[in-house]
């Protein structure tokens, strides 16, 4: 295992009339061992980054280090993408078709010229870990999604990386299969200790296997820290939503009080806040009830149900102010709540995100 370091990484891609800045001055160290996250938007150089990790591309600037040794430097690739002991699994998981699962899982270790023999061990016991010992003699086209990209994950493992590079690893399959995908690549990480680079614009795939994530917004690093922090005190209303549903508000704030429409207030989760700004709220840290308190929960005001729809497992209700219907908020119930009916909005205080007009989260900066 090795741990990864980038100083400064830049790419920048020159078109005849434009650049884009891919990656833009990314400082960041992995220890060895750790499973790490890449969040961010479509397009915002996830990819890139971990293309130059792999050594796939050549950076514009900064440097790259697999534990001391410099791997990538301004310009040039130091080592190779071969003598990295990196293993890729990506979005399209490019099985070799004419081949079948077991020889697809073999290629890399005979294309390092491993005895045969040994070759057939590694094989076996990676299709036992992974449940493919019944499907070896089969072709890809013979097996399911799931079975074809746990070969891609047996196909990467048998080389005993140093470190596993992930690229949308899930996004292939259905939502059925995912979880249990996650879990695997979260076990086989953990009793490993693989250092695992795992990007995704899916929090899921990096809430259920990073110890550690980094968002990418325009190529920077915006935010380092736990999944759950990056989830609960997001560094800005992007990396917010980034997370997961939150429902953004713009609001007044004076003498302490926030107010979402005249006769809709909270206070104010931040002292001697006084002017605009813009609220988060996720849905489940709000409550519908026609009590007006609840255990930890401070009354909001009353609120009219619009629509009331069952989604993965849960109720989400849409509500308004009934004082101002152009504002919309969702809201996690236990059950069905009628449209028409009235109720009482609380929200669990210290939950509430506090945004800049720009977005920037002033929470953060609080704590
Ligand atoms: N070979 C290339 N030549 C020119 N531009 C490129 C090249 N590869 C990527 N880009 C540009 O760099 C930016 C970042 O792309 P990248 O693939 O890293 O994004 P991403 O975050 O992985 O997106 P997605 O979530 O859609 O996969 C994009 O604007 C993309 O168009
Ligand atoms: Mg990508």
């Known amino acids: 295992m090795a741990s990864v370091r980038t100083e400064n990484l830049k790419k920048i891609f020159k078109k005849s009339k434009s650049e884009v800045h891919a990656v833009d001055g990314i400082t960041l160290t992995i220890p060895d061992g750790q499973a790490f996250g890449v969040l961010g938007p479509s397009g915002h150089g996830k990819t890139t980054f971990l293309r130059l990790v792999a050594g796939l591309e050549v950076p514009t600037d900064g ?3 697999f534990d001391d040794d410099l791997v990538s430097a301004p310009g040039r690739i130091v080592v190779e993408p071969e003598h990295r002991g990196i ?3 990506f979005q399209l998981w490019a099985l070799y078709p004419n081949m079948t699962v077991y020889d697809n899982i073999a290629f890399p270790l005979r294309n390092a010229g491993v005895p045969k023999s040994e070759v057939d061990k590694r094989v076996r016991e990676i299709a036992e870990e992974l449940g493919l010992t019944r499907v070896l003699d089969h072709y890809p ?3 399911s999604g799931g079975q074809m990209q746990r070969t891609a994950i047996a196909r990467a493992l048998v080389k005993n990386p ?3 590079l992930l690229d949308e690893p899930f996004s292939n399959l259905d939502a059925a299969m995912r979880d249990g995908a996650r879990a695997l690549v979260r076990r086989i990480q953990r009793e490993r200790k693989l250092t695992t680079i795992i990007v995704s614009h899916d929090p899921a795939d990096i809430f259920s296997i990073a110890e550690v994530a980094g968002v990418i917004i325009n190529g920077k690093l915006v935010q380092v820290a736990p999944p759950t922090e990056i989830y ?5 209303e992007t990396v917010a939503k980034l997370g997961g549903d939150i429902n953004v508000i713009d609001v007044k704030v004076s003498d302490g009080i926030i107010y979402i429409s005249n006769s809709v ?3 104010s989760p931040i002292p001697k806040l006084e002017g605009k700004f813009r609220l988060g709220i996720r849905p489940e840290d709000l409550m519908l009830s026609d009590s007006t308190d609840a255990p930890g929960m401070t009354l909001v005001g009353r609120f009219k149900v619009k629509v009331s729809s069952y989604v993965a497992g849960i109720f989400r209700t849409l509500v308004s102010p009934t004082d101002d219907d152009s504002i919309e908020i969702l809201v996690n119930t236990n059950g069905y709540v009628e449209p028409g009916s009235e109720k009482n909005l609380l929200v669990r205080l210290p939950k509430v995100k506090v945004f800049s ?3 920037e989260s002033l929470t953060l900066a609080r704590s």
Do not use: C, H, Q
């Open 87 to 89: 293993a890729m699994v």
């Open 357 to 359: 007009e720009k977005g």
């Open 265 to 267: 207030k909270l206070p």
């Open 162 to 164: 140093r470190v596993l």
């Open 63 to 65: 440097n790259i280090y």
């Open 232 to 236: 609960d005190k997001p560094a800005n």
């Open 141 to 143: 086209r013979e097996i």
